[in-house]
């Protein structure tokens, strides 16, 4: 007796041993949904290029990416009933292009206003049932130009055909940024709202200091209230670069106290060539002067299934060029539609820790688009400086604007002396404290066979520092050879697990036949025994 239940306690531990590791895994699968991988799903009407649409939708992807929070980019049309909820999502973004189309989804309508997570309706179409949860009443206004006001700055913006502005909010609302006319036919309206977990931009520009605004507006709906300091960045930096000229602008903001960074694409092959090794001897001195590299991805013409794996090998063996002439990249920075691409993100954007998503080109090739944009340790918002040009404060220039995200302000490689002289001026003339990489940085990023470090102005390459800039440092030569990836590595995992399940399952069956076996066994003994 005692020996049959022994046996049945060890079946009994083993199924709750199982029981428990399966649970154990379903509890994980579910808190990791309702936290960090919970998305915000933006839903737009359409793209709309004549009010640039598909700039207004980047600049929201990239915003939302900047304030760490992943998202999932979806049509209105192709909405399905019952998609948004509080489990999958923690926040959901309207973005109407075009009031003139009328483009309705009634299943997103009825969703949305059962949603209880926090929601942002940017552009026309507000409808009342927005306007009650922002505790407001909706008022549109025809054929205005506005001025923007925030702060001691303003900025005219272009002419406005129709807008929808919001009226009697209450003293707990949050506003941002205040509209007013050049006439006094209309009253001032505020231009960012945030009420309790919803929130309202009536436009959104992709540049410009409405943007500065709106980041602050979104980050006060997704409760951060970091301020941050611009990084100054130069864009359209090449191998073919005047070098001479670059050098010069990066001794010029040395001299002035200007930390910067500097955006440039680079090579794989023909590297043995003396142009390349000025080029990175270039970008070296410049990393001795306070300035950081960005590696800038490739420019993307055509795509196929191998394009993921070509991409890597061709980043790959550019860190591993540029890493042996000690030039160390902090990050790396890209269009803002790689990051809506499974692999852009997997074998170029997700190997470093700093991210720069800068404006889409007009043309944009995908290799496998998928629209769920991630998240990394920092991701700048690249501005270009010329939208802030327009900006005053009574001195012909703009104050020190609030950053809400982390920001870098882009400026091109000047293509002359002259421009040089102009770029350098507007730097300098715009009264801003610039973020110093130097005391606030810390960056990774990973090759196949390198690991580049950068923490507060030293450089570190696979552990080991480095003073970059001394020729008689040895640095290890890299082997350039890509990473293998297994096609079914994937496959073979989760067959893996579905034998574990399985052969589990089979021996709690056994056990229990056993111990049914046993059973039946005593029980004819017994019987026989007492016929006997």
Not at 116 to 123: A, M, S, V
Not at 254 to 262: D, E, L, T
Not at 362 to 385: C, I, S
Request: with cysteine; proline share 4%; hydrophobic share 40%.
């Amino acid at each position: 007796m005692r020996r049959k239940r022994r046996i049945t306690l060890w079946g009994l531990l083993l199924l709750l041993v199982v029981g428990g590791g399966l649970a154990s895994q379903s509890t994980s699968a579910v808190a990791a949904t309702t936290t960090a991988d919970r998305r915000v799903l933006i839903v737009y009407d359409a793209i709309n290029p004549t009010v640039s649409g598909q700039k207004k939708l980047a600049a929201v992807q990239r915003l939302l990416a900047s304030l760490n929070v992943k998202t999932q980019t979806e049509r209105l049309s192709d909405y399905q009933a019952g998609q948004l909820t509080t489990r999958r999502y923690q926040g959901v973004v309207t973005l109407n292009n075009w009031e003139q189309g009328r483009l309705h989804n009634t299943a997103f309508v009825r969703d949305r206003n059962r949603f209880t997570g926090r929601q942002l309706h940017i552009g026309s179409g507000l409808s009342a049932q927005e306007a009650h949860r922002l505790g407001a009443t909706r008022q549109r206004v025809y054929h205005q130009q506005f001025v923007l006001h925030d702060g001691g700055n303003w900025q005219l913006l272009p002419f406005s055909t129709d807008l929808t502005l919001l009226n009697g909010l209450s003293r707990h609302t949050q506003t941002f940024g205040t509209l007013r006319t050049q006439g006094a036919g209309l009253a001032p309206h505020a231009y960012g709202v945030v009420h309790g977990k919803s929130a309202y931009l009536p436009y959104l520009t992709a540049d410009g200091f409405s943007l500065t605004v709106a980041s602050r507006t979104l980050a006060a709906l997704f409760g951060q209230s970091r301020t941050n300091c611009p990084l100054l960045t130069i864009t359209g930096v090449t191998p073919y670069t005047n070098l001479a000229r670059l050098r010069r602008l990066g001794q010029r903001l040395y001299q002035a106290g200007i930390p910067f960074a500097v955006s440039t694409t680079s090579v794989a092959d023909n590297t043995t060539f003396r142009a390349f090794k000025r080029f990175a001897q270039t970008l070296s001195e410049l990393e001795t002067e306070n300035g950081v590299i960005f590696l800038q991805a490739p420019v993307v013409g055509a795509t196929n299934r191998q394009s993921g794996q070509l991409l890597e090998q061709l980043m790959v063996g550019q860190l591993n060029q540029l890493g042996q002439r000690q030039v160390l990249p902090v990050g790396i920075s890209a269009p803002a539609y790689w990051n809506q691409d499974r692999a852009f993100r997997r074998h170029g954007l997700q190997r470093a820790t700093n991210v720069l998503l800068l404006p889409n080109p007009a043309t944009t090739t995908f290799a496998k688009q998928d629209n769920l944009g991630t998240t990394f340790t920092q991701t700048w918002y690249g501005l270009p400086l010329r939208s802030l040009q327009t900006v005053e404060n009574g001195h012909h220039a703009p104050g020190d604007l609030s950053w809400a995200v982390p920001t870098a302000l882009t400026v091109p490689m000047p293509d002359s002396a002259k421009g040089l002289t102009a770029t350098f001026k507007q730097v300098t003339g715009l009264t801003t404290r610039w973020y110093d990489p130097s005391q606030q940085l810390t960056s990774r990023l990973t090759s196949a066979s390198a690991t580049f470090r950068y923490d507060h102005g030293s450089y570190f390459l696979n552990g080991r520092e480095i003073d970059v800039g001394n020729s008689t440092v040895a640095l290890p030569r890299f082997n350039p050879r890509r990473k293998n990836h297994v096609a079914l590595k994937g496959y073979f995992r989760v067959q893996g697990w579905i034998l574990w399940i399985f052969f589990t399952i089979v021996l709690v069956i056994l056990v229990i036949f056993i111990i049914l076996g046993r059973r039946i066994y005593r029980r004819m003994f017994f019987q026989n025994s007492k016929r006997r």
